[in-house]
């Protein structure tokens, strides 16, 4: 070979041989076509006149024709819904394609484009005309070619059976209904069939890239979820087994709870120096899976101290900080002094010591402090990590008490701390999150787009917004909000999601976004935003998420976000926290970081007087619950955006 520019190319190599690895042929899924029609549609057609009918909006009808354009001056729409309860609980909605019967005349026969709108709200084939054109208010599905016999409507049904969007129906308009034409369209109501393609649900495929990292006993287990579910939901669980090497004998076993723990388990009960393959298993409604299987691995002691004096160094480093933050310590030195192993972790809290201070002063400039902050360590693992390290596995949990009577910031975090062993007492090296040390792999190269975002891969260019507080500014004077929406979405639903699931594990190694839009959609009952023909990852204009490898970077990245929901006009940036809501959107931009973008995503869910009593939910922190006071405190630089979202798409 040779490399060549312009006029010129290098001399030829010598010759090189390649071996091609041709990716395995995959089998195509079985799917099923199911036609809905007659009673399983409800029809209707309606004059949208505001004054048609003796002055006043006409009313609906369950008509054997339904009509579509004009007749003379007289507009016309018409409404289909269809009935889904025929199709199995948990397919996967493949195609969705609505034919309309053999086009009639409403008027003089003229072609005419077909626009068919999601409604944004229940309708009774009996409603007004007027309430049809509010109700489906929304952006027409992109169809492309609008063929009557062929609408191809899949994104709205698919939506609707997952239950990510009410189904309440579609409208019929003509495309030109707001230009001079005088003509339109006949169908006959005998006529109209929904056809859907879809696969069954099964049992889910099996886990990929199973690890056991060995620990004093047991082995600390991480996998990746399965890319296809065999349905249209998410893993409900996993079974995690370990197995003598050589063996069917079962040596230890847990039950992991994929909502609440996610993908990481703990065996314990092993014997040190003997080897162990470990099997996990997902389960759903639909089944379980086959299991896939880890190399061997071998429990071994630590290097230098048990799993309990190893906790208690952690729990008395946390302590100390809690120290610096209350005032209990002056510095880092008393404190260091104060812990019987205060030499394991003096380096470490040395570091952190001017920003556990600086946040300590910055509530005593608004008369506030730490009376209490209470630590807890569960689930803890120990092990070896390399010649002379060791490395600490442990649930923490915790909350704080302010001299206002207030209680911030609950924490709930899965650690590792590493501990460098080579000295005469082991040191604390390195705090983590125990995601970065698992360092979960993409499960398939549908996942590698949302492992590239999580590393920072973001729009270039950050969208137009309206803080609410810059660090160093003071709280903005009050200013209005909007707070008109389609009918279905409810702020209030919003916030309750968010409570309820605020202390499930992140899905993503960035997952605020992620969990912001999911209390939107879930909760509030903001409807997701598919391309119809093709969907895009990347795109400004889409919102919607169909597994945890597969989303927008709308739906999972801030900026994206933020982009999306100011490209359909439907964001608010509230200015006073008298106009804050629950159910609004916490957005913020750290400084320093080398972007002008938005970094972090929450969810308000309690709203007041100050930012100590507006309280956010949040992902991607071990302040999973805490207030907008506190997140103001602990980042230096910060600048927060509130959101006020108002959906318009459908």
């Known amino acids: 070979m040779r490399a060549c520019s312009n006029s010129r190319c290098s001399s030829y190599t010598a010759l090189q041989n390649f071996t091609?690895?041709?990716?395995?042929?995959?089998?195509?899924?079985?799917?099923?076509?199911?036609v809905i029609s007659g009673t399983a549609l409800t029809q209707a057609t309606v004059d949208v006149g505001a004054t048609d009918c003796s002055g006043a909006a006409c009313t609906g009808s369950a008509a054997a024709t339904l009509k579509v354009g004009a007749s003379g001056t007289t507009h016309w729409r018409s409404y289909v819904r269809p009935d889904l309860s025929a199709l199995p609980a948990g397919a996967q909605i493949t195609s969705a394609t609505l034919s309309m019967g053999t086009a009639g005349c409403l008027g003089s026969c003229e072609a005419h484009d077909v626009e068919v709108r999601p409604l944004n709200a229940d309708w009774s084939s009996t409603g007004s005309g007027t309430d049809l054109v509010t109700a489906a208010g929304g952006d027409p599905l992109d169809m492309g070619a609008a063929d009557p016999a062929a609408l191809d409507v899949t994104s709205a049904v698919r939506l609707w059976f997952d239950g990510s969007n009410p189904d309440q129906g579609l409208a019929l308009q003509a495309a030109d209904e707001d230009s001079d034409t005088n003509t339109g369209t006949t169908y006959p109501a005998s006529g109209t069939k929904l056809t859907v393609t879809y696969i069954a649900p099964g049992a889910p495929d099996a886990p990929t890239a199973v690890t056991a990292t060995p620990t004093a006993a047991g082995l600390l287990v991480?996998?990746?979820?399965?890319?296809?579910?065999?349905?249209?939901?998410?893993?409900?669980?996993?079974?995690?087994?370990?197995?003598a090497a050589g063996t069917t004998t079962q040596a230890a076993q847990t039950t992991v709870d994929a909502a609440t723990v996610g993908t990481t388990a703990v065996l314990t009960g092993l014997a040190n120096g003997t080897g162990y393959t470990v099997s996990v298993t997902a389960t759903t409604g639909n089944g379980t899976s086959a299991a896939a299987t880890s190399a061997l691995n071998v429990p071994a002691a630590t290097h230098a101290l048990s799993t309990t004096a190893y906790q208690s160094i952690v729990q008395q480093y946390l302590d100390a900080r809690s120290g610096l933050l209350t005032g209990t310590y002056a510095n880092a030195d008393a404190a260091v002094a104060a812990k019987a192993d205060g030499v394991s972790f003096s380096t470490q809290l040395h570091a952190e010591e001017d920003d556990l201070l600086a946040e300590k002063a910055r509530y005593a400039g608004d008369g506030l402090g730490y009376t209490a902050i209470t630590v807890t360590l569960a689930g803890t693992i120990a092990g070896p990590s390399g010649d002379t390290s060791d490395f600490v596995y442990t649930h923490h949990t915790g909350a704080a008490t302010m001299t206002d009577g207030s209680a911030q910031n609950e924490e709930n975090a899965y650690e590792v701390y590493t501990f460098d062993t080579s000295g005469t007492v082991p040191v604390i090296s390195q705090p983590l999150a125990a995601d970065d040390f698992l360092t979960s792999l993409p499960?398939?190269?549908?996942?590698?787009?949302?492992?590239?975002?999580?590393?920072?891969d973001t729009d270039t260019t950050a969208p137009a917004l309206d803080a609410f507080y810059t660090d160093g500014d003071s709280l903005p004077a009050a200013s209005g909000a909007s707070t008109a929406s389609y009918a279905s979405f409810t702020r209030s639903g919003v916030a309750t999601w968010a409570s309820k699931h605020y202390n499930d594990k992140d899905e993503l190694r960035t997952d605020c976004t992620n969990f912001a839009s999911k209390a939107l959609n879930r909760g509030g009952g903001a409807?997701?935003?598919?391309?119809?023909?093709?969907?895009?990852?990347?795109?400004?204009?889409?919102?919607?998420?169909?597994?945890?490898?597969?989303?927008?970077?709308?739906?999972?990245?801030?900026?994206?976000?933020a982009n999306f929901m100011g490209n359909e006009d439907s964001v608010t940036w509230v200015k006073s926290i008298s106009n804050i809501v629950p159910g609004d959107i916490m957005l913020l931009e750290y400084a320093g970081d080398g972007d002008s973008n938005l970094d972090h995503a929450g969810v308000i869910y309690s709203a007041g007087s100050t930012t100590g009593s507006v309280k956010v939910y949040q992902h991607s922190s071990k302040y999973r619950n805490t207030t907008l006071s506190a997140i103001i405190k602990r980042r230096r630089g910060v600048t927060v955006y509130v959101a006020h979202i108002t959906p318009h798409w459908y």
């Open 20 to 34: 091609v690895h041709l990716p395995q042929a995959t089998t195509a899924p079985t799917t099923t076509t199911k």
């Open 222 to 243: 991480h996998w990746n979820a399965p890319e296809n579910t065999g349905y249209s939901g998410d893993i409900t669980s996993y079974q995690v087994t370990a197995y």
């Open 443 to 456: 499960s398939s190269d549908r996942a590698a787009a949302q492992v590239s975002l999580d590393n920072g």
């Open 527 to 561: 409807h997701m935003e598919y391309g119809s023909v093709v969907d895009i990852k990347r795109s400004p204009y889409e919102w919607w998420r169909k597994s945890k490898s597969d989303m927008t970077y709308s739906w999972s990245a801030a900026n994206n976000f």
